[in-house]
């Protein structure tokens, strides 16, 4: 079992920043992936960015060059920095912990933009 604890959500106006952390414990596997899905109101869970053990990344085209994710591999925390956010950015935000072909999920945390 993976146990994965996300903070750093909450209002900002349009064009600000927020940044997201989440830290992984428990059974973790090397050649893991972890990274941020999002979920807006009526709408499906989405890739938002992932980065993988070797720290290669991907990102959804809508925000590339806005978002960047980082990650600590020796205390197994992923960051989301978010700028120059937008109103369509608003959504739960989940951290996500992938390996061995499971999947794991934080709690999710709020983020939400207004114009």
């Known amino acids: 079992q993976v146990q994965l604890v996300e903070s750093g959500g909450g209002l900002v106006q349009s064009g600000g920043s927020l940044r997201l952390s989440c830290v992984a414990s428990?059974?973790?596997?090397?050649?893991?992936?972890m990274g941020w899905y999002r979920q807006a109101p009526g709408k499906e869970r989405e890739l938002v960015a992932t980065?993988?053990?070797?720290?290669?990344?991907n990102y959804a085209d809508s925000v590339k060059g806005r978002f960047t994710i980082s990650r600590i591999n020796a205390n197994i925390t992923v960051y989301l920095q978010m700028n120059s956010l937008k109103p369509e950015d608003t959504a739960v935000y989940y951290c996500n912990f992938a390996a061995l072909s499971r999947d794991y999920w934080g709690q999710g945390t709020q983020v939400t933009v207004s114009s």
């Open positions: 980065m993988t053990s070797t720290k290669s990344t």
């Open positions: 428990g059974n973790i596997f090397w050649g893991n992936v």
